[in-house]
């Protein structure tokens, strides 16, 4: 049975993957970016599948977002997602609520690494703001350990509050989105290759085999995590405190008009 979506997944994801990319016309304009530091974002993005940025925005302006985060869900909670334990609250759609999201929504170095390491344009379909505290039996962000896609997917997360081990940092399973990893653990950890919701007794397997793949990423606020999602990840469960971020979807343009409903409520209306 594994054989058999080992050769679904080589011909109908990776080679048709291929072909279409091999058709697709790419015509990349650098703008005023130093080409040197899209190739080491690229370079690393495409090596581990993450690159991790410091700095990239400053604590007062991390402040100032969650601020406007806050005042939104007070204002318009029917337009904001909550998980059903309410310890999790999402803004699909918040580069609509404040211009200092929306700067973060259209930063086109942020495109442009991920439009190069996918050879085929991306573009933005929304920037989620969310807020997720330390609720009793809370999974995290994002529900627990899943990959977005089997195929390369790329996200941008930008802490807002310093990040610790308790707090719900980011962590991934390191290579679970190479092809030769794919296969082997697939075969080695009885792992279905279309299967993007992983139990967390799967996923302490893999780690107690294999230690050196879990990666956890903490960081201060303004921290800025680059990422292929079809590697397995999540949002650690918090143990104590709350986190607030924002990540930007980004998708192949032709997939923009297909993924508009997807993430649902969301903001359509301008509200600053």
Known sequence: MHLIYIIKYIFYSKLLHILKNF?????????????????DYVSKLKKNGYVIINNFLNKENCKLIIKEINNFYDKYPNKVWEDKIKSEYRIHGAEKVSIN?????????????GTVCFNGKLSNL???ANRIVSAANNLGSGGGWHKDDVEFQ?????????????NGPFQLIKHSNKFKFIIKDCLKYKMKINETRLSEKKINEIISMEPERLKTITGSAGTLILVD????????????????????????????????????????EIYY
């Not at 058709?23 to 190739?39: E, R």
């Not at 949002?235 to 997807?262: E, I």
Request: aromatic fraction near 18%; charged fraction near 15%.
């Open 23 to 39: 058709l697709f016309v790419k015509k990349f304009f650098y703008k005023s970016f130093s080409v040197n530091m899209i190739d």
């Open 154 to 166: 790329y996200k941008a997360i930008l802490y807002l509050i310093d990040v610790n081990d308790n």
């Open 126 to 128: 929304m920037t989620m």
């Open 229 to 268: 999602t079809s590697l397995i990840h999540r949002g650690r469960p918090l143990v104590s405190g709350l986190r607030y971020a924002l990540t930007n979807y980004y998708y192949p343009s032709y997939k923009l008009k297909s993924m508009q409903n997807h993430f649902l409520p969301k903001v359509e």
């Open 101 to 113: 999201i929306k700067n973060f929504f259209i930063n086109p170095l942020l495109n442009m690494v």
